[in-house]
């Protein structure tokens, strides 16, 4: 297992290489640039701006600047908040990002697990039914609808909890963010674990464990939801790394200081490397979710073997 884990992650290293060398072209092909305002700054201050941040080189020449800080572990100045390196912006984002998501992240596998499991426990029933349409439901109804909702009913109207803000982290903060983005999650990961957990009550191995008579519970737990769980941690890899760098519209809602308007910002205003960093983390996630999805399959399945 040690020696594929190691080779998993010598091959991302082209993988984040091909990534980061098309971002860095295709951020340059949008019109516009990272000075350009309504209101036209003096050609010499442009050309200032410019040199100090080598726009005013060949592309290739400032492709392989890039490269060299990116090897140095630099991921350049913000071209838009002017004060802060672009390292230094997704080190105080990411935390609250990573939390969030962390917790919507969780949330989904509790609820959408325990939801998926009685639902297939109680197939063709009204439960089951409830579920089904409740998770195509969660599917279907955008954040942007949701999180503006829980936010006016719980936060505006019943005073429950607060509409916005971070609050240094204060839980009474976290709670609508982390459900109105875990809601989705929630109903993909129901509607997975119940069609596989179906599959896995009838399958030969749990038909012989009821036949000795085992408790129901465990039959559940221990034989049938390590294999139904496969499909869903196949979803869940790369649904993490999307929680955890960020959901722009949750944290735009409601106001939180992670990593998610870092996106917006970057892209409308042309900050070539807040956008190439917000990209590289990303990528950085979806290659280590993607891994570990690998070496949990190879836990929970006996029959896959990475030697």
């Given amino acids: 297992m040690f020696r594929y884990v190691l080779r998993r992650l010598l091959g991302a290293i082209p993988t984040l290489f091909l990534i980061v060398t098309g971002a860095f072209f295709l951020i340059r092909v949008a019109p516009g640039g990272p000075f350009d305002r309504e209101r036209t700054l003096e050609p010499t201050v442009m050309a200032n701006l410019n040199r100090v941040f080598h726009l005013d080189e060949p592309l290739w020449q400032q492709y392989f600047y890039y490269l060299g800080n990116l090897a140095r572990g ?28 962390g917790l919507a992240l969780l949330l989904a596998l509790v609820v959408g697990g325990i939801l998926g499991c009685i639902a297939a426990l109680r197939q063709n029933t009204g439960i089951d039914y409830a579920v089904i349409a409740t998770a195509t439901f969660g599917i279907t109804v955008p954040n942007f609808v949701v999180a503006p909702l829980l936010a006016l009913v719980f936060g505006v109207w019943l005073s429950w909890l607060p509409a916005g803000g971070w609050n240094d982290g204060n839980p009474a903060n976290l709670v609508l963010p982390v459900i109105a ?18 599959e896995a009550l009838r399958s030969d191995h749990v038909r012989t464990a009821r036949a000795y008579g085992l ?18 941690v196949s979803y869940i890899g790369p649904a993490a790394a999307g929680l955890l760098t960020g959901s722009i519209i949750i ?36 290659v280590l979710f993607n891994l570990l999805v690998d070496v949990l399959y190879a836990l929970l399945d006996p029959r896959v073997r990475y030697d």
């Avoid at 838009?80 to 984002?93: H, I, K, P, T």
């Avoid at 870092?262 to 956008?275: E, H, I, K, Q």
């Fill in 74 to 101: 630099d991921l350049g100045p913000s071209f838009v908040y002017r004060d802060f390196s672009v390292g230094q912006l997704l080190a105080s984002g990411l935390p609250v990002s990573m939390t969030l998501g």
């Fill in 215 to 232: 408790p129901t519970w465990m039959i559940v737990i221990i034989h049938a939801l390590r294999a139904a769980c496969l499909p869903a």
């Fill in 251 to 286: 944290e735009q809602i409601f106001g939180l200081p992670g990593i998610g308007r870092y996106f917006v910002t970057g892209a409308l205003n042309r900050d070539y490397t807040l956008v190439m960093g917000t990209v590289i983390i990303i990528a950085i996630f979806v």
């Fill in 181 to 198: 983005l875990a809601l989705p999650q929630i109903a993909v990961v129901a509607r997975l674990i119940r069609g596989s957990m179906i």
